[in-house]
């Protein structure tokens, strides 16, 4: 079976949250420490192992999380590599000299023989995928070029890597059994990894002149401007930003996506955003007015970008979400 491990800092008195939450970090992973200036702050974290590989889900308040490798370190710990997965919100990453922002949907690569820190933003959404050097070594055998290196998995494989490691997570939910094993689920982990780690990072990417940059900016104003248009789409951008639809499409390849993904994953963040303070307005209704006149296929999109259905995200508290 798979043992699991979860920490929930709603069991404590919010001041006693901060203390409670480094206490178990700490026991988990030597010499981390994490500070926050949230008045009463909220933490959950879920541990797993699947095979040898190690699973970790975390969802916090804005923090600063540093490991110190100075202190004594857990028998192998140094001989893990961490994959660092953002499911939603963003993160700082920084080891040595290197510096890897996260959005939703990317990773980052770091060694436990060295100190890092993480910068979460508030209900930040983490995974950490915990691989032994020997097996990392076996399957990436060029994983050190992406320690700290931003690589974008909007691929097929990425949206199945997230996917599935948001349903080990829920499986491994309190309200259900615990006599789970995932044991079987290690391969496919890491044949999922495999293309996307493959994948050149934005490091590799030639982002262009500060034109490019420009028209990338201008693209993704005019998707926040005309989000809730029907019309939304390829043409109308092209036509919008006055360039070809060619372009268009070309410029969001650079972003790892395309504008038909890109659209659609900021209208589930917008609906999010109204299922969280909108608490009158039906699920259907906000599904309606962010362009999904499909109430089954908004709840299929919104469980492949947030792990859950939308009911059962409103239902959440709100750092849980």
């Not at 500060?210 to 951008?237: A, F, W, Y």
Request: aromatic share 8%; charged share 25%.
């Amino acid at each position: 079976m798979s043992p699991i491990l979860r920490v929930n800092t709603a069991t404590v008195a919010p001041q006693r949250r901060l203390g409670y939450w480094n206490d178990h970090v700490a026991s988990l992973y030597a010499g981390m420490s994490v500070d926050s200036t949230a008045s009463n702050f909220s933490a959950r974290l879920l541990h797993v192992k699947v095979g040898r590989i190690g699973v970790m889900r975390a969802l916090s308040d804005q923090a600063i999380v540093r490991r110190n490798t100075s202190s004594t370190p857990a028998p192998g710990d140094q001989d893990i590599l961490k994959i660092h997965l953002q499911n939603r919100g963003t993160s700082i990453n920084r080891q040595g000299r290197r510096e890897a922002w996260l959005q939703v949907g990317d990773l980052t690569v770091c060694e436990n023989r060295s100190s890092y820190i993480i910068e979460p933003s508030s209900e930040s959404d983490i995974f950490a995928l915990e691989l032994p050097q020997n097996l990392a070594q076996q399957y990436f055998p060029d994983i050190s070029a992406r320690i700290m290196q931003r690589v974008t998995a909007f691929s097929l494989h990425g949206r199945l890597l997230f996917n599935l490691l948001n349903t080990i997570c829920q499986e491994c939910d309190p309200g259900y059994r615990e006599d789970i094993n995932l044991d079987n689920l290690e391969p496919v982990l890491l044949e999922l990894l495999k293309p996307v780690l493959s994948n050149p990072g934005d490091d590799n990417i030639d982002m262009g002149s500060s034109k490019t940059r420009g028209l990338l900016q201008r693209l993704k104003t005019l998707v926040q401007q005309h989000l809730l248009n029907p019309d939304l789409g390829t043409e109308m951008l092209a036509n919008e930003a006055g360039m070809s639809e060619r372009r268009v499409q070309a410029l969001f390849a650079e972003l790892g996506t395309t504008p038909t993904f890109y659209i659609r994953d900021q209208r589930l963040d917008w609906a999010a955003e109204r299922l969280r303070y909108d608490l009158d307005q039906p699920v259907t209704r906000i599904a309606h007015s962010a362009g999904f006149n499909d109430s089954a296929y908004f709840s299929r999109c919104f469980r492949l970008r947030y792990g859950e259905t939308p009911k059962r995200y409103r239902a959440r508290p709100a750092v849980f979400r």
